[in-house]
């Protein structure tokens, strides 16, 4: 079982950390608050969407045909591991730059990573997508960000809006898929992560990363 963490000490030294999670638990904010800390490089998943033509469609009962955006395969996780590889190897990459708002990848950007600084990677599936780099990391840690669900769905809703430009009456629609993918795919690394850490109303950063 993983282990369940409250403060940073509880975190294992490595030079890659997974952070996975279902949508909108806190892992962009714990992945910045870690690597701040670590001096450390992030690198999120968000950047390696496929374009929206190449998003599997299912059909649903409830809702009839739909894109499902929560499938690890709306990832292009080849690029993702080439990036990886080439930061871990050589210490620079070109990364994708994804417009949500426009569904597609719009450039590349350059990204560099020092000799011995740590590398935080995040995002829905990382767990899941460890054996795409994990020949070319020498230690790695693995950890699940859970928040309360009531939480996740109010992050959601300003995320969606605010930041991606989505339409707000479509917000329900979302996450009625971004809830069935955590079912299907999301939850369950859970079980392969290293370490746990559950975010409550509560959570203090500042106690976590001794601040306070």
């Not at 963490?5 to 890659?16: F, K």
């Not at 392969?192 to 106690?207: G, M, T």
Request: hydrophobic content about 40%; glycine content about 6%.
């Amino acid at each position: 079982m993983p282990a369940l963490i409250s403060r940073i000490d509880d975190l294992p030294p490595a030079q890659v950390y997974l952070v996975a999670g279902p949508a909108a638990s806190g892992k962009t904010t714990f992945s910045s608050q870690l690597a701040s800390h670590l001096h450390a490089a992030v690198l999120s998943m968000d950047h390696y969407f496929v374009d929206e033509e190449h998003i599997t469609v299912e059909h649903d009962e409830k809702y009839g045909a739909a894109p499902q955006w929560e499938s690890p395969d709306a990832y292009d996780i080849q690029a993702l591991g080439q990036n990886i590889r080439e930061l871990l190897q050589d210490g620079e990459t070109l990364i994708p730059q994804y417009s949500f708002v426009l569904n597609r990848r719009v450039g590349y950007q350059p990204m560099h990573l020092r000799p011995e600084q740590p590398l935080v990677i995040e995002g829905l599936y990382t767990i899941r997508c460890e054996q795409f780099f994990r020949d070319y990391v020498h230690s790695l840690v693995k950890v699940f960000v859970v928040a309360d669900l009531d939480i996740r769905r109010a992050r959601a809703r300003v995320r969606d809006v605010e930041e991606r430009g989505k339409a707000l009456e479509v917000f329900e629609l979302r996450r009625y898929f971004v809830e069935l993918g955590e079912q299907r795919w999301g939850m369950m690394q859970e079980r392969d992560a290293d370490c746990v850490l559950e975010i409550h109303n509560d959570f203090s950063y500042d106690i976590f990363f001794g601040r306070a």
